[in-house]
Nanobody, 118 residues
């Protein structure tokens, strides 16, 4: 069974870069046809897809966040990372990593709460 676990700081100051890591166990992030994603849920709002990275390393970002988002991977650690630059309080949310075969939303981490505040 694939399991995902998010990690990173719970508090980030405005204008800084938010960096979160997702550690995957029970499967390899380079396994053929697997896709890995980041999603967030701001307080009182619905889920928002941020972006994804494929088994081959190709990436896709939702247009509204593309200019500030970067997803990369560390194959030696079986991890993938989200960096979101120039954060504002509107980036406060629970951030989830997820992944799966041919679909990046099959398996989910438990989520990590990130607050943007000075």
């Amino acid at each position: 069974q694939v399991q995902l676990q998010e990690s990173g700081p719970g508090l980030v100051k405005p204008s800084q870069t938010l960096s979160l890591t997702c550690t995957v166990s029970g499967g390899s992030i380079t396994s053929n046809s697997y896709y890995w994603s980041w999603i967030r849920q701001p307080p009182g709002k619905g889920l928002e897809f941020i972006g994804q990275i494929s088994y081959s390393g190709s990436t896709y970002y939702t247009p509204s966040l593309k200019s500030r988002s970067s997803i990369s991977r560390d194959m030696s650690k079986n991890q993938f990372t989200l960096q979101l630059s120039s954060v504002t309080p509107e980036d406060t949310a629970v951030y989830y990593c997820a992944g799966g075969y041919n679909h990046p939303f099959v398996y989910w981490g438990q989520g990590t709460r990130v607050t943007v505040s000075s």
